[in-house]
Nanobody, 125 residues
Framework: EVQLVESGGGLVQAGGSLRLSCAAS????????IGWFRQAPGKEREGVSC???????YYAGSVKGRFTISSDNAKNTFYLQMNSLKPEDTAVYYC???????????????????WGQGTQVTVSS
């Protein structure tokens, strides 16, 4: 059974940083895509970033240059380092897995087979 567990959310002031983690289990780590999404109140879930097993990385324009996605295959854990946070980054953040996957259409929620429960990120002004 595939499981994704996010952690690392919290409250931070604008300009601060957080690192989200997504602990994954239940699939082989040789062919996957892991996406990070976020959903603010009253808004649709939107793609933030994606990393594939061939180390391709992709970012939404709104976070490019501020967020960095990475993986630690030894720990089966994926990370989203978020720097220079803005109040508009406030949302519930989810990680999602497409197995097998390649971040081909990474921003589409229907591309992913499995989702975590989400972690709240709140950025105060």
């Amino acid at each position: 059974e595939v499981q994704l567990v996010e952690s690392g959310g919290g409250l931070v002031q604008a300009g601060g940083s957080l690192r989200l983690s997504c602990a994954a289990s239940g699939f082989t780590f040789d062919d996957y895509a892991i996406g990070w999404f976020r959903q603010a109140p009253g808004k649709e879930r939107e793609g933030v970033s994606c990393i594939s097993s061939n180390s391709g990385t992709y970012y939404a324009g709104s976070v490019k240059g501020r967020f960095t996605i990475s993986s630690d295959n030894a720990k089966n854990t994926f990370y989203l380092q978020m720097n220079s946070l803005k109040p508009e980054d406030t949302a519930v953040y989810y990680c999602a897995a497409e197995v097998p996957g390649h971040c081909t259409a990474w921003f589409g929620i229907f591309e992913y087979d499995y989702w975590g429960q989400g972690t709240q990120v709140t950025v105060s002004s």
